[in-house]
């Protein structure tokens, strides 16, 4: 089975996609959890997290948001990359399971 890549469009006449279970398809939920602030989504005000900062405490929410919707997907380690030019911190997830 195939998930939509997000942004969502189209690609040569079809939905962009990529095989579950994928790296790909793994990174578009832990970024889509991450990126989702916690109450955004009205039919699951649980989900997300409250800052993406990425202090010690939300690397912890996003790991429990993550194993709360995906058990499946594990974060064996969160590591803060530089900041760069533009003012933004990097940030590299290592997947396990």
Do not use: C
């Not at 942004?7 to 990529?18: D, L, Q």
């Not at 058990?71 to 399971?97: A, Q, T």
């Amino acid at each position: 089975m195939s998930t939509f890549k997000l942004p969502f469009r189209i690609v040569n006449g079809s939905v962009a996609s990529h095989a579950d279970g994928s790296i790909e398809s793994k990174a578009q939920v832990v970024s889509f959890a991450i990126y989702t602030h916690r109450g955004e989504l009205p039919l699951e005000p649980t989900f997300g997290i409250t800052d993406p900062t990425f202090e010690p405490s939300n690397i912890l929410e996003a790991r429990a948001v993550l194993t709360q919707f995906w058990p499946e997907i594990v974060i064996e380690n969160f590591e803060l990359k530089d900041v760069d030019n533009k003012g933004r911190v990097g940030v590299s997830v290592r997947l396990g399971g």
